[in-house]
């Protein structure tokens, strides 16, 4: 079994030095996990969370926050505005887990991740259709491999760690990215917690808490 835990930390400028990075550098890089179905053989489970000065909200705090803040000012009743609220929560609720049959079918940001012989390995590469900036450019293990999605190409792609049953592996790392409506910076921080659990592990909730990882993999640039 694979469990992956996606942390996705989002802040505006206010929050880019000072206090607000005194305050992240407190942030966890670790959840606890939700209950899976039984048979599972991939499982990811997403959280989000937003700065607002020197405080993380989740999803679901940051989406009332917000919307109890923006939609009366376009004219929302407030009975308008709880049914938006519930409705925000509950597509929060229902993509917070995702079971998936096969390694081969997960699609996760700047990750490959594919089974070999000594277990998973996990490797990172720059993805140009979905993330921001700095660009991540280094060595392609992939540059001279026609067949490979990134052939040729100037990006940074590399294994980060190959994960034998029973180990634990975290990446982690930071972009800066656009406001598609008003063109103002805002910045992320990506942590991605795996485990590649044997069949006599069993599946606690403080599984991504009660230990470190084996390895931890890092692309942390400078956000400006």
């Not at 020197?54 to 009366?72: G, N, T, V, Y």
């Amino acid at each position: 079994m694979l469990l992956i835990q996606e942390i996705d930390l989002t802040w505006a400028k206010n929050e880019r030095g000072g206090s607000g990075a005194q305050a992240r550098r407190q942030f966890p890089e670790a959840y606890p996990m939700d209950p899976l179905p039984a048979q599972t053989d991939v499982a990811v489970q997403y959280l989000g969370f937003y700065q607002k000065g020197e405080h993380f909200l989740d999803a679901a705090q940051e989406a009332r926050w917000s919307l109890e803040r923006f939609l009366p000012k376009i004219g929302f009743t407030p009975a308008q505005v709880q049914r938006e609220i519930q409705q925000r929560l509950s597509w929060i609720r229902n993509n917070r887990l995702r079971i998936l049959p096969r390694i081969k079918d997960l699609n996760l940001t700047n990750l490959s991740i594919r089974p070999v012989l000594e277990g998973i390995s996990v490797s990172f590469f720059y993805d140009s259709q979905r993330s921001g900036m700095p660009y991540r450019r280094g060595h392609n293990q992939d540059f001279h491999n026609p067949n490979a999605p990134l052939y040729g190409k100037d990006c940074l792609n590399e294994t980060a760690f190959v994960l034998a049953p029973g180990q634990y592996g975290r990446i982690i790392w930071n972009e800066r990215k656009t406001d598609y409506d008003d063109r103002t910076w805002y910045y992320q921080l990506h942590i991605c917690n795996l485990l590649h659990l044997s069949g006599e592990t069993p599946l606690q909730e403080d599984i991504f808490l009660s230990s470190g990882p084996d390895f931890i993999y890092k692309q942390l640039a400078v956000l400006y």
